[in-house]
């Protein structure tokens, strides 16, 4: 099958610029609407969770935008991270195909999420903010929140999504390593925490649930922001190094992507992964996207496409996103990440357009998935990355049965170290 390829680019070859996938887009988001009048939300409205700078990516429609010095830094520690080529589990699957993936798991928290918190860490140290609050399914956002926080000196508050709190010790332990607060949720330290308790004394919580405490908190604290991991446009648009650095790793390879997968919670790391690659998928219809989801919450696949808010208690802007309902409370399942009620408008839009595919594994099927992975490749896959495995595996079979070459290209957006738990 040939010698393992392990392509790496140079800190020099680092992309300076994000990608922002709205400047090429052929069709304009439905507009985020204010949750108490229901009309077009302002972007100066966000401002009162959001610093400014963080707002003007949000709304911005320019294709590329410089990433500032003291982020370039930070991403140098670990950045640019490798593309792998997975030889042995092609000979496992004896497919014609060749399989790539990009490896994000060398971060200093172990995901892709550091991609966005550390930018998100410094515009809010740059506007004048204290204190960033924020939720986290399986941890991974709120770990890199709170490394992200402890590099530019920010206070880091985390609700974390009870069932994941109590599955995952050491996300929270992560958390702590990096001075942050974690808190499990729902809790007893806000109001609507309270509620959902007296409702339910044992309610698992969610992610929307853990939105609204924090939101709660930013509109009582002073000189607190809110920070969110995935979801929205600027979260994307960070996360667009992952696919710029696949687009320019295939390149020096001379090879170029047939098929382009990442799992799918919210959007971050499918987005990240995905977009870079528009432009070749807008000229050439050939190239295809796949989104990996849960079967216990698939949202893509099972979701209405509608508005909906992106927490439980009807806190955040409407928008327009394939949605299970935001009073969906997920299965205790071990994709913690995963396990988010809505989906990213860009993503949804995508997949409302034709432009995205997207299929359902379920929980077993994943961990097996990731377990051959682990005993092939060496590396123990996050259970949220092991949906992109199981994409992988099912497109190479694919291909196999119809005796196709094709490139296929995933992001293993973390490594599974924190979890092994959950694979006994």
């Known amino acids: 099958m040939g010698k393992r390829e392990r392509v790496y680019l140079s800190v020099e070859e680092m992309p300076k610029y994000w990608y922002n996938a709205l400047a090429d887009l052929p069709f304009e988001l439905d507009p985020p609407l204010n949750p108490q009048t229901k009309e ?24 590329y935008i410089k990433i500032p010095d003291a982020v370039l830094e930070e991403y140098a520690i670990f950045r640019p991270t490798p593309l792998i080529r997975a030889t042995n589990l092609e000979e496992y699957l004896e497919t014609p195909a060749r399989i790539y993936y990009k490896y994000e798991g060398v971060s200093p928290t172990g995901s892709h999420k550091t991609n966005t918190s550390i930018p998100q860490a410094y515009y809010n140290k740059i506007s004048g903010v204290d204190t960033l609050v924020t939720e986290t399914g399986a941890g991974q956002w709120g770990s890199a929140l709170s490394y992200a926080g402890l590099k530019f000196g920010l206070n880091i508050e985390v609700y974390m999504v009870k069932t994941s709190f109590e599955q995952k010790p050491m996300r929270k332990h992560l958390i702590n390593l990096f001075n942050g607060k974690v808190t499990p949720s729902p809790s007893l330290d806000t109001e609507f925490g309270k509620k959902m308790i007296s409702m339910d004394e044992d309610n698992p919580g969610s992610l929307g649930i853990a939105i609204s405490e924090a939101l709660e908190v930013v509109f009582t604290k002073k000189n607190a922001k809110y920070a969110l991991g995935s979801v929205l446009n600027h979260v994307l648009l960070h996360q667009s190094i992952i ?82 309902g935001k009073e969906f409370i997920p299965p205790k399942i ?32 994943t961990f097996e998935a990731a377990k051959l992975f682990a005993k092939l490749e060496g590396i123990v896959p996050a259970p949220e990355s092991s949906h992109a495995i199981a994409g992988a595996i099912k497109e190479a079979i694919e291909a196999k049965e119809n005796k196709e070459e094709k490139v296929i290209v995933f992001t293993l957006s973390g490594h599974g170290l924190l979890d092994l738990t959950a694979y006994s």
């Open 243 to 324: 696919g710029l650095e696949i687009k320019k790793q295939l390149e020096k390879i001379n090879e170029s992507a047939d098929v382009v997968i990442g799992c799918h919670g919210g959007g971050s790391n499918l987005g990240g992964t995905i977009l870079p690659f528009v432009p070749e998928k807008l000229s050439n219809d050939n190239i295809k996207f796949l989104a990996c989801e849960p079967k216990s919450c698939p949202s893509l696949t099972e979701g209405e496409y509608r508005y909906d808010n992106g927490d439980t208690a009807g806190l955040t802007p409407l928008m327009k996103m394939y949605t299970l």
């Open 40 to 63: 077009i939300m302002k972007p100066e409205e966000l401002e009162a969770i959001f610093p400014k700078p963080i707002v003007e990516q949000e709304v911005t429609k320019e294709r």
């Open 334 to 365: 071990h994709a913690g990440g995963l396990r988010y009620h809505g989906s990213a408008p860009i993503i949804a839009r995508l997949k409302h357009e034709g432009l995205l595919d997207a299929v359902a594994f379920s929980q077993d099927e």
